[in-house]
């Protein structure tokens, strides 16, 4: 008798259910993935692609693990990163499960500002800033007053994107900064303690990497927009929409620029290493490009969001494998590569986003039709009940136009957004746009000089 051979899909667990997860989750299934999906909104394009679904706390371990374990879970993905401060990648780890996330101590590099910043420093990173770390107002008080440098101010825990302050911007000047610093330690935005740092000027570009605790395979650079009105104006949000270019870098960067910037990526998880806080996941470096290359604005834990949907749509090697790469420590066997297009993301928002969000208001996506615009749906934070979909208060949907050129896939985003119907929705349309990217050509060659 000749015995049948049976292929079983791998099964991976997901914890979030943002565009970004939906993204991961894409990429699962074109992997031969069998994915089940952990997050607390009922995403439905996580919902539909997914063999599993619980409804959960991101955060909440026990329920997790317990999930995981009764499904025979043997690779997770983390998404967001209250679930790594939460000590999910351990928990995970102990049960035998391989993870692309880091540990809760690797995790500090986003989720204490402090620990990085000193990290860096202590390591002799290149791209590090002038700094200071304080868990007393005190002397954060005199650093801000005898500082003879701009300051970004920075909660030295997590505030969902929203709780930096720079000079000059958000904070009028010396004594606008000394008051929000006092806030800061008042009301304990974001923990106890702030950094505080030299404010740079300069374009900001993302560099994501994967990273198996040495080796350190970049994705394609990213350019975000947090402010959410057109023009980058108005408050800082999660990240209004982004675009990568076919040549992976972008219109401002060199391939100089991009070197300097994966020497201080590669340092950092060299750091993380000595000091016994091995790094497995994805690492997501923030740059700012200044007239001395780029510098180092913060990393995250994580792959970003809405950056994620620019590169995973692009990946042409099996996910699952560098997945593996990852959680086993070894990604010298996996051969990574993006196709060579240029990505728009675009996120649909309720109207008010980053300052009064309308919230609970129907959307309606024609897939379809998305899909005919040579364009992808990302759902994020929207709510699906019996077929129909509600927003919440952040993001709602991401469509990420694909084409050869950016001009191409700034055109595709746009005509497929023109299939997202809902009330009270808003969309930073210049983003790709050519206007904007020209102006930040412009800033970036007078910086130069
Ligand atoms: P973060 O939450 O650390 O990404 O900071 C939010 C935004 O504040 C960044 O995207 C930058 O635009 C700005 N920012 C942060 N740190 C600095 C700095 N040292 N100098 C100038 N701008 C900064
Ligand atoms: N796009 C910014 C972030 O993911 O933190």
Redesign the pocket.
Known sequence: MIAKLKIMAERVLTVGGGG?EHAIVDALARAGAEVCAVMKNRNPGIARLAKEVLLAKETDVAKIVHFARELSIGLAIVGPEAPLEAGLSDALRIEGIGVVGPSRRAARMETDKGFARSLLAKHDVPGNLRFGVFDELAPAIEFAKDADFQLAVKPVGLTG?KGVKVEGEQLKDKGETISYIKEVFDRSIGGIGVVLEEKIAGEEF?LQAFVDGTRVVPMPLVQ?H?RAFEGDLGPNT??MG?YSMQDHLLPFVEKEDLAMAMESMRRTVEALRREDCEYRGVL?G?FMLTSKGPRIIEF?ARF????AMNVLPLLESNFVDICHGISNGDLSGSNVSFARMATVCKYVVPAGYGLEPKANLPIEVDEKAVAREGARVFYAAVNEDQGRITTSSSRAVGIVGIASDLEGAEASCERALMHVKGEAIYVRHDIGRKEIIDKKVARMRAIRG
């Open positions: 970004r994107g993302t975000d947090k999660g990240g982004s997501y923030q995250n970003g969001d809405p950056e």
